[in-house]
């Protein structure tokens, strides 16, 4: 079982706000990250990719990996309601497999 | 972009009867499809692979005589529930991988919350 470790504890914050979310993993195997939006009911939506370590940024959001420590992250600048979602982080580890941390409920308040 | 239509998205069904979920990729053709399940605040558990023209592939712990998947078509895979029960009720997500799509292009469909009571 390959193990991605998520809070998954609610999160607000208000409008404007930045949102730091991160998920930290223990295997080595894992080539590929990323991070999926899904709102209340919906399926999940990619949000952001990367397979290197650094940062990768596009519009608000800045997603980050650390594979020395094992440690993922993803920022949201400038938050907006309409950001409001559960936050998936998901590593690819072959075979056509992705392991899914819990995710973090966000809520950004107006 | 890369489509997963799923269907449906809600049912509620008698306990002791069947469901049947479908998933089907929208502008591409997928001859891989996968199921999860998702319980609430929990994450997504890959429960099969469904693979277009043979036997799906079962997670440990999944029954395949429960949980009965048919991918006929490359652009089609059901999920049949058989016999439910209250315990089988939550969160199904089909999802497909669309060639060339980013982050390995897995894409998913909406979802079909099951609810058997």
């Known amino acids: 079982q390959k193990e991605v470790e998520q809070d998954p504890g609610p999160l607000s914050v208000p409008e404007g706000a930045i949102v730091s979310l991160n998920c930290t993993y223990s295997n080595s195997a894992f080539q590929y990250f990323m991070w999926y939006r899904q709102y209340s009911r919906k399926g999940p939506e990619l949000l952001m990719y990367t397979y290197s370590s650094g940062n990768k940024e596009d519009g608000r959001f800045t997603a980050q990996v650390d594979k020395s420590s094992k440690y993922i992250s993803l920022f949201i600048r400038d938050s907006q309601p309409s950001d409001s979602a559960t936050y998936l982080c998901a590593m690819y580890y072959g075979n056509n497999r992705l392991a899914f941390g819990k995710g973090n409920q966000v809520v950004v308040i107006p | 972009g890369a489509v997963v239509s799923q269907h449906p998205s809600r049912v509620i069904c008698k306990s002791g009867t069947s469901v049947k979920i479908e998933c089907r990729s929208l502008?591409?053709?997928?001859?891989?499809m996968f199921w999860y399940r998702q319980f609430p605040k929990q994450s997504l558990m890959l429960m099969a692979t469904?693979?277009?023209?043979?036997?799906?592939?079962?997670e440990q712990g999944v029954e395949k005589d429960k949980f009965l998947i048919n991918h006929a078509s490359l652009t089609l895979s059901t999920l049949t529930v058989t016999s439910a029960h209250p315990e089988d009720s939550s969160f199904y997500i089909c999802s497909a991988r669309a060639p060339g799509g980013a982050g390995y292009g897995y894409t998913f469909g909406s979802g079909t919350r099951l609810t058997v009571v």
């Open positions: 502008d591409f053709q997928a001859t891989t």
């Open positions: 469904s693979n277009e023209g043979s036997k799906a592939t079962y």
